[in-house]
């Protein structure tokens, strides 16, 4: 998964607040989110962090804060992959931009977080997005002139690399691989226990999978969500 130049534009706008004195708990973002997946989840532990920290340190969180919140507004459904990629960025633009100027910290005042507020509602339009997005018919691509080496490999085994974040799937003797994009798709689409259960055990049986060849090897066209077992 990459970002288009537009998508890096708007990020590094976004990521110009933030500075060194952030990257250690925009490193903790990124691996609350890579071990637990909700990013709201994520937004509640940070407003209870902020009331155990110095002033410099909820400055920092409400940063952060603020910006995850903004950026799961704009797109309710967003996968974790895709935010913990952000979130990689944003810590490369820290450290690029450096030290915080000295009186940038330490003005926070007693009213609480600046984010957080609408943690509910936020939750219920996520929730909302992806139920629609796993409940959405999934149809077989129309047969065309295009695309008349697709197969359909009913039954297929789908494998789960969390070192390269790859999937890999394998039907009678034949296999190909799904890259962040479509990992990204299938492991959202899943109900949250089916997919703590399928990170855990690395594998699910019975998917259909529709891939198209290309010279010697297959590329994955989609996923069939449908009889997954794990």
């Known amino acids: 998964m990459s970002l288009t130049s537009k998508e890096m534009k708007q990020l590094e706008q976004e990521g110009a607040q933030f500075r060194e004195n952030d990257i250690t708990f925009l490193a903790q973002a990124q691996k609350a989110l890579d071990m637990h997946g909700d990013p709201v989840d994520l937004l509640e532990l940070f407003k209870v962090m902020w009331n155990d920290k110095r002033p410099h340190e909820r400055e920092a969180l409400d940063r952060i804060g603020c910006w995850l919140e903004g950026r799961l507004s704009r797109e309710f459904g967003v996968g974790r992959a895709r935010l913990l990629l952000e979130l990689g960025w944003l810590k490369r633009l820290a450290r690029i931009h450096g030290p915080a100027p000295k009186d940038r910290d330490g003005a926070q005042g007693a009213k609480g977080a600046a984010f957080g507020r609408s943690l509910a509602d936020l939750r219920r339009r996520r929730q909302q997005v992806l139920i629609a997005h796993a409940s959405r018919p999934v149809l077989p691509p129309a047969r065309t002139a295009s695309n008349t080496d697709e197969q359909t490999w009913e039954g297929a085994t789908l494998r789960w690399n969390p ?60 996923l069939e969500m449908k009889g997954m077992t794990p």
């Open 163 to 222: 070192g390269s974040k790859e999937l890999t799937v394998q039907w009678q003797g034949k296999s190909a691989t799904a890259r962040l994009g479509l990992a990204e798709k299938a492991l959202e689409a899943l109900p949250a226990e089916r997919r703590k259960a399928f990170l855990s055990k690395k594998e699910l049986r019975g998917v259909t999978v529709y891939v198209r060849a290309e010279g010697n090897s297959f590329r994955i066209v989609r």
